[in-house]
């Protein structure tokens, strides 16, 4: 770390001026994010209820030439609410969302949270076992499904607890001007809807903060994913604290994000933040490093969301002289590297990035609120950076059993106080959501989320990402668990024995997956084609491993945990390890023995991962 990245009393005083500016709008938010506790209504219904009364004609929603106002998508939303209402759905209830990046995504997440129903937004690269799983995992009452992903549901329907005619189908296409057909056997809601009312839904009991909104899959630690409650108080904090004190979007503002809906950054930051502005959002399907630009010039965008990687492909582009001339004056995401901050916010020209950290489960944030360089930023809320021990994987205690807060410049294990104003709401499954907690860490009884990852004190309540721990990495955007990588490694026939971790590649953000497995068979009778077809088959892209190594025996602890830590350290280099290595190179469709050619090639970036 470049001591340049500490904040000093000096340089916070220079931010004064700006905060003084703020201050309005960031006490407006802090006091819409105290409303996340109590009873009074609230909730994301509401929110998009209050945008639709403030701003009825102004755009909502834009996808590609696709344009939606306020008023419009609010009364498409509560037409949609009442028929899942007439279906018998309530408060409580949950419903499985199928859908890749479509206004047909939020007009059902709207729908519900009117409802107070919940919707399982699941993730659309999931397939086979762990999508069933995850399916199943929250028993909806219907699943909401989206032509782009139906094949992808009847691989697992024979698997789902669903009855036949809860399964609800959306054209692939703008289905509000124009609902299409649907196949033999679906409910076919979007043929419908014009036969309900287009008024704000009542309901006996109001939503309120605690209840849930959506459930958002985590890899998590233990194998396959779990669902993460989040409840209708936390989108409040996120709509508030990004929206009103961060963010700070007009509406004549737009945000354009490419960044999938079922995770937090883009469902909650994004779109909590356009909504809080009256802005409006331009909904990408998928991202384009090459089509980025132009689609923000032509609809104008004045900020975008983002993930780290999503930064390093765009500065992996052609440079273009006219890079600089663009209209966004604010980005607002996480994982923008200290290595490429700099020059992304030079050759792009950003005047702000809201860097942000935040976890779909975890209880406290960070914000990056008076635009230093190389932080996620502070936190107002409880938490401590505790000295951890790589080696046994775990944060280190004294005599007396207490945790032990790092010095300034220093990194540690990220915990969050769990106290009445920051609780832990957990998973759905309660055992999972205690291994989160840690107890007795400074004083008796007191309790802490793990978050599982280490930041840097960097001063003034200032804190640094410096990576993930444990049973999980990121890669592309994604959290990956070993344990499930491990669970579909260990089923395939020949495989004795497997452990699963991430490894840095040159020039990339996160960590690539990597297995040493223990085979018994010779390597030459064994089938890797075949391997890479079934990983592919059982697990989204980004959880495939790229690397392999073949190991006759996996070291283990004393309680028989497989040791990582050297594994991590020697990762593919042929120079620190002798057993045989492969390497999945992009575009290929097997494993390849890995040579010292390859790995040169591997870390001169010529191979684009």
Not at 412 to 417: N, S
Not at 431 to 453: M, Q
Not at 502 to 509: D, F
Request: glycine content about 8%; charged content about 20%.
């Amino acid at each position: 770390m470049s001591h340049a990245d500490l904040i000093t009393l000096p340089r916070l005083l220079q931010r004064l001026p700006r905060l003084l500016l703020d201050l309005p709008g960031i006490a407006k938010g802090l006091h819409i994010a105290s409303r996340s506790r109590g009873q009074r209504p609230v909730g994301l219904g509401l929110c998009v209820e209050q945008a639709a009364r403030a701003n009825p004609d102004g755009a909502a929603l834009i996808q590609g030439d696709e344009q939606l106002s306020y008023a419009e998508f609010n009364q498409w939303a509560n037409r949609l609410a009442h028929y899942l209402q007439a279906r018998g759905l309530g408060k409580g209830d949950s419903v499985v969302l199928m859908l890749e990046n479509r206004l047909e995504l939020l007009a059902c997440v709207t729908a519900c949270a009117k409802l107070g129903v919940v919707s399982a937004l699941i993730n659309s690269s999931q397939r086979g076992q762990v999508l069933a799983h995850s399916i199943n995992l929250v028993q909806p009452k219907l699943a909401l499904v989206g032509e782009e992903l139906l094949a992808a549901f009847q691989e697992v329907e024979a698997q789902l607890q669903l009855a036949q005619d809860a399964r609800l189908y959306f054209a692939d296409q703008p289905t509000w001007r124009d609902p299409g057909m649907a196949p033999t056997g679906w409910q076919h809601p979007a043929a419908e809807l014009h036969a309900y009312p287009t008024s704000n839904p009542q309901l006996a009991e109001p939503v309120r903060a605690a209840d849930p909104c959506f459930y958002i899959y985590t890899s998590g630690t233990t194998g396959l994913p779990k669902a993460v409650v989040f409840n209708h108080g936390r989108f409040m904090k996120g709509y508030g604290v990004f929206g009103f004190a961060a963010v700070r979007l007009g509406n004549t503002d737009r945000l354009y994000c490419s960044l999938p809906f079922y995770h937090a950054t883009a469902m909650v930051v994004c779109w909590g933040s356009v909504l809080a502005g009256q802005a409006a959002l331009i909904m990408v399907r998928k991202f384009s490093a090459s089509r980025f630009w132009e689609d923000v010039q032509r609809h104008q965008a004045t900020a975008f969301g983002y993930v780290g990687e999503l930064c390093r492909y765009l500065l992996d582009q052609p440079p273009r002289a006219n890079d600089g001339a663009n209209p966004i004056r604010v980005m607002v995401g996480n994982g923008l590297r200290p290595s490429i901050w700099q020059a992304f916010k030079q050759r792009f020209a950003v005047e702000r990035v809201m860097e942000l950290y935040a976890s779909s489960e975890g209880n406290i944030g960070f914000t990056n609120l008076l635009n230093f360089d190389n932080t996620v930023g502070f936190s107002p809320y409880p938490y401590a950076i505790v000295q951890y021990d790589q080696e046994s994987e775990a944060p280190r205690r004294d005599a007396d059993g207490r945790l032990q807060r790092v010095g300034k410049g220093e990194a540690g294990l990220l915990l969050g106080q769990i106290t009445a104003n920051t609780p832990f709401d957990g998973y759905t499954d309660m055992k999972k959501t205690e291994t989160c907690i840690l107890r007795d860490v400074f004083e008796p009884g007191d309790a802490w989320f793990n978050t599982g990852d280490l930041m840097r004190d960097i001063g003034f309540k200032h804190a640094q990402f410096v990576d993930r721990l444990g049973d999980t990495f990121r890669w592309k955007g994604e959290n990956v668990s070993t344990s499930q990588v491990e669970a579909i490694l260990d089923g395939i026939e020949q495989i004795s024995e497997t452990a699963v971790y991430g490894v840095e590649i040159p020039g990339t953000n996160g960590r690539a997956g990597m297995a040493c497995m223990r085979l018994d068979c010779p390597p030459a009778q064994f089938d890797f084609h075949a391997l890479l077809n079934e990983l592919r088959r059982e697990l989204p892209v980004y959880a495939v491993p790229l690397f392999l190594r073949l190991s006759a025996q996996l070291e283990t602890t004393g309680t028989f945990k497989h040791k990582k830590a050297p594994l991590k350290e020697q990762a593919y280099d042929l120079e620190r390890c002798s057993d045989p290595l492969y390497a999945w190179l992009p575009g290929s469709d097997r494993y390849v023995p890995l040579t010292r050619e390859l790995q040169a090639a591997i870390a001169a970036g010529a191979y684009r991962y």
